[in-house]
T-cell receptor
């Protein structure tokens, strides 16, 4: 099925370890986003991209890096994981114009011990 | 910066009854989009309904409808004939139609329980 695929779905890390979350979409969407969801705080934007080779900071970018080398992929990296980064991460994408809504991935639950 | 406020952390409704979830937002823009998303226990974010600010008519989708009050910056969701499958977290969200990436700003969510 067409959509947004996130890998991995679950991961447990130790403090200081690094990891990369992969988001892949097959809908030829220009815009892609990474959000984190924490209890009582809704979804907050980490980073986003308006096209291949471009990225920008969102509301809570500290401790994360991103890359968009290919239009269909948007990677979220944690160079040195901290317990404060324990969260559920959502990737989303959409077309660049109109009222087109976000298509979300199924989420990735990350626990940092 | 735009903000979205959902003042009801939890709501409960009996099956077949009607419930209204509240949402207010703050913006200086005149043109924008508003959304309600549903997040069931599966964690998947599902679009429930959307509203364009330039449209005066309230959006409806089957049992879901909104009360959009632009001057009051209010965007409430009404669920009629509630079903057990409506139990979920509901998020209100705001987006500008233009601007860099037109990012979506979410409220903190309302957890809806549906009882028999």
């Amino acid at each position: 099925n067409a959509g947004v695929t996130q890998t991995p779905k679950f991961r447990v890390l130790k403090t200081g370890q690094s990891m990369t979350l992969l988001c892949a979409q097959d809908m030829n969407h220009e815009y892609m986003y990474w959000y984190r969801q924490d209890p009582g705080m809704g979804l907050r934007l980490i980073h986003y991209s308006v096209g291949e080779g471009t990225t920008a900071k969102g509301e809570v970018p500290d401790g994360y890096n991103v890359s968009r080398l290919k239009k269909q992929n948007f990677l979220l990296g944690l160079e040195s994981a901290a317990p404060s980064q324990t969260s559920v991460y959502f990737c989303a994408s959409r077309q660049s114009s109109g009222a087109n809504v976000l298509t979300f991935g199924a989420g990735s639950r990350l626990t940092v011990l | 910066a735009q903000t979205v406020t959902q003042s009801q952390p939890e709501m409960s409704v009996q099956e077949a009854e009607t419930v209204t979830l509240s949402c207010t937002y703050d913006t200086s823009e005149s043109d924008y989009y508003l959304f309600w998303y549903k997040q069931p226990p599966s964690r998947q974010m599902i679009l429930v309904i959307r509203q364009e600010a330039y449209k005066q008519q309230n959006a409806t989708e089957n049992r879901f409808s909104v009360n959009f009050q632009k001057a009051a910056k209010s965007f409430s969701l009404k669920i009629s004939d509630s079903q057990l499958g409506d139990a979920a977290m509901y998020f209100c969200a705001y987006r500008q139609p233009t601007g860099t990436a037109s990012k979506l700003t979410f409220g903190t969510g309302t957890r809806l329980q549906v009882t028999l």
